[in-house]
């Protein structure tokens, strides 16, 4: 990754462009480090050599420069505010951006760009997507929980409060009709998701074995014996479920202070090998959603925060129609902000996702206003 050696000297513009190579490599070798500090273990070995490579980056476009790389170069302003990101919102938020940043990379299309310097940053793209991936598993349930729920309240209460309004209605009948939205939806919402996540725990524990299958192991008739039928059942192999029938019964033949807590023969031995792995998958999903009491409570929190928003205009004595286009800028606003962080924390980008967002809260809510409107001139 040397440049040439006596290469000729570069035209003006390839100074312009090399330049704002050296400083956004600079700056992005920075902003790992920076997100390295946050973290520890292996996500933290990563995201150094993240930063290593990015320097190499950097060192090679220096060299090609020359005397030409004097005075320092400034960022760009992707490069500079995904810096000050990094100092001011979380590592998902940042590495989503950084995603973004290392899959569009200009060097595929530029000739002076070396093959590795190219290759490397698609390879560093793939490398932030999984460290990413490992951020949105772990805010999975808390995002979609708080993304679901606003949503949910500011379309439907702006969309409630439109059709009411448009049928000609006094002012404080579109409030209590709004209030009455707000709390309706709210209080569904955390039904919904308490008896969701308490349903699944449910139906975890439902597939777990009963507490006298262990108890029976023991007294297993160890040259006829339908325990390799169990895990046959569950899913294994006929070899595997004889592999794990025989771990199972040599343990039987081991002393009695050994089939206790924590010995061979406990409840997750009982387990097939599917079983296994769908209860560590199932255990850390629930890990990231949290008790059906907690989902519950942020649903009803995350709607009623998006579903009052419509109503503050009409809280302010403002006339009916006035209030309503007030409320609809403000539920746009809003609508969009929700939309971009989404496309931002799914590695896409933000506009079109907001713009998704926008049109589909707009799209209900133009609905139930001509609905209004029809119920109102018919006397309905």
């Known amino acids: 990754m040397t440049?040439?050696?006596?290469?000729?000297?570069?035209?003006?513009?390839?100074?312009?462009?090399?330049?704002?190579?050296?400083?956004?490599?600079?700056?992005?070798?920075?902003?790992?480090?920076?997100?390295?500090?946050?973290?520890?273990?292996?996500?933290?070995?990563?995201?150094?050599?993240?930063?290593?490579?990015?320097?190499?980056?950097?060192?090679?476009w220096v060299q090609r420069l020359g005397k030409y790389a004097k005075p320092d170069p400034k960022p760009s302003p992707g490069s500079w505010l995904l810096s000050k990101l990094a100092r001011m919102f979380g590592t998902l938020f940042v590495l989503a951006l950084a995603q973004r940043s290392e899959g569009r990379s200009n060097y595929d299309a530029d000739d002076d760009a070396s093959a590795q310097i190219a290759a490397d940053e698609h390879i560093h793209g793939e490398v932030v997507r999984g460290l990413a991936e490992r951020s949105r598993e772990r805010l999975s349930g808390t995002f979609r929980a708080a993304v679901f729920g606003a949503n949910d309240g500011l379309v439907s209460n702006l969309a409630l409060i439109a059709g009411i309004a448009a049928?000609?209605?006094?002012?404080?009948?579109?409030?209590?009709?709004?209030?009455?939205?707000?709390?309706?939806?709210?209080?569904?919402?955390?039904?919904?998701?308490?008896?969701?996540?308490?349903?699944?725990?449910?139906?975890?524990?439902?597939?777990?074995?009963?507490?006298?299958?262990?108890?029976?192991?023991?007294?297993l008739d160890v040259h006829a014996n339908e325990l390799e039928l169990v895990f046959r059942a569950r899913g294994d192999s006929e070899q595997e479920s004889r592999d794990h029938a025989r771990t199972i019964l040599a343990a039987i033949n081991r002393p009695a202070t050994e089939l206790t807590t924590g010995s061979i023969v406990t409840n997750h031995a009982m387990l097939s090998a599917k079983q296994r792995a769908k209860l560590r998958e199932d255990g850390q999903q629930f890990v990231e959603i949290g008790s059906g009491i907690r989902a519950g409570l942020s649903?009803?929190?995350?709607?009623?925060?998006?579903?009052?928003?419509?109503?503050?205009?009409?809280?302010?004595?403002?006339?009916?129609?006035?209030?309503?286009?007030?409320?609809?800028?403000?539920?746009?606003?809003?609508?969009?902000?929700?939309?971009?962080?989404?496309?931002?924390?799914?590695?896409?980008?933000?506009?079109?996702?907001?713009?998704?967002?926008?049109?589909i809260g707009y799209g209900a809510t133009l609905v139930t206003y001509l609905l209004g409107l029809a119920f109102g001139a018919s006397g309905v």
């Open 299 to 359: 649903s009803f929190l995350f709607f009623a925060t998006g579903a009052f928003l419509p109503l503050l205009p009409f809280m302010f004595g403002l006339s009916s129609y006035v209030a309503l286009g007030v409320s609809v800028v403000i539920v746009g606003a809003a609508l969009m902000c929700t939309g971009g962080v989404t496309g931002v924390l799914s590695g896409k980008s933000p506009l079109p996702r907001a713009l998704r967002q926008l049109a």
């Open 3 to 60: 440049p040439q050696p006596n290469a000729p000297a570069p035209t003006r513009e390839q100074i312009r462009r090399w330049r704002r190579y050296v400083a956004d490599e600079r700056m992005e070798a920075q902003t790992y480090r920076y997100l390295a500090k946050k973290r520890d273990g292996e996500e933290r070995e990563i995201l150094l050599q993240l930063a290593a490579a990015e320097c190499r980056h950097e060192q090679y």
């Open 167 to 219: 049928t000609g209605t006094t002012q404080s009948m579109v409030i209590a009709a709004g209030f009455a939205g707000l709390l309706a939806g709210a209080l569904s919402m955390a039904a919904g998701e308490y008896i969701s996540v308490t349903s699944q725990r449910e139906l975890l524990e439902a597939s777990s074995p009963s507490e006298d299958m262990r108890e029976a192991v023991a007294k």
